[in-house]
């Protein structure tokens, strides 16, 4: 049984849709109004294997801010609604991406608990129509709204595109292997009882 959710959210500043498939092939539709975060989030679906459909409308006349946090909250609503009750998933992944010179790490804990650790520092002001400053904030969104321990590392980096590129690729590699059944997991991976 696919594990997928349609999420809504609109306030003044934004209105958000994302359908969310944790087990899909990696299929991506993705309509933010920002290129470079479109390309980021297609990178996210590809290599996650998750099949994604984002649309948003926001304030770009303002600028870019609400437009990446508050995808990033619906993007964390809709990771944990799809979750459902996390039995059988391995809650636990990281991954460490390669981007040319740039070396990502990202380690996550699908605990229910939110916490966020990053730890980059950006040369340049915007890549594309980004603000390199809102990567951080789509990310702190996501973890909080999700219930998740996420924790984004740049390892090394000198060229800015490819430092966020390896970000978000490296969160999808992670999250898809949080997110995997493993079949010797017959309740939740905890001795709580519950995440």
């Known amino acids: 049984m696919a594990r997928s959710t349609t999420v809504e959210r609109k306030t003044k500043e934004t209105d958000i849709s994302i ?25 996210f679906s590809k290599h996650g294997f998750f099949d994604l459909k984002v649309t948003v409308t926001g304030d770009l006349n303002v600028d870019g801010h609400h437009t990446a946090e508050d995808t990033g909250i619906v993007l964390g609503q809709a990771i944990r609604n799809a979750l459902g009750d996390k039995v059988g998933i391995k809650r636990y992944g990281y991954f460490i991406l390669p981007m040319d010179d740039a070396l990502a790490l990202c380690s996550i804990d699908l605990c229910g608990r939110p916490y966020f650790d990053f730890d980059c520092t950006f040369t340049s002001e915007m890549v594309g129509g980004l603000a390199t400053e809102l990567v951080k904030e789509f990310f702190y969104a996501v ?25 978000f690729k490296s969160f999808a590699k992670a999250l898809d292997e949080a997110v995997m059944k493993d079949e010797r997991i017959t309740d939740v991976l905890s001795t709580k009882g519950s995440l």
């Open 143 to 167: 973890s909080y709204s999700a219930g998740m321990n996420l924790h984004i590392k740049m390892l090394s980096g000198e060229n800015n595109h490819h430092m966020i590129e390896a970000m």
């Open 19 to 43: 359908i969310l498939n944790l087990d899909g092939t990696g299929k991506s539709e993705i309509h933010t109004g920002i290129g470079f975060f479109d390309h980021m989030l297609e990178g």
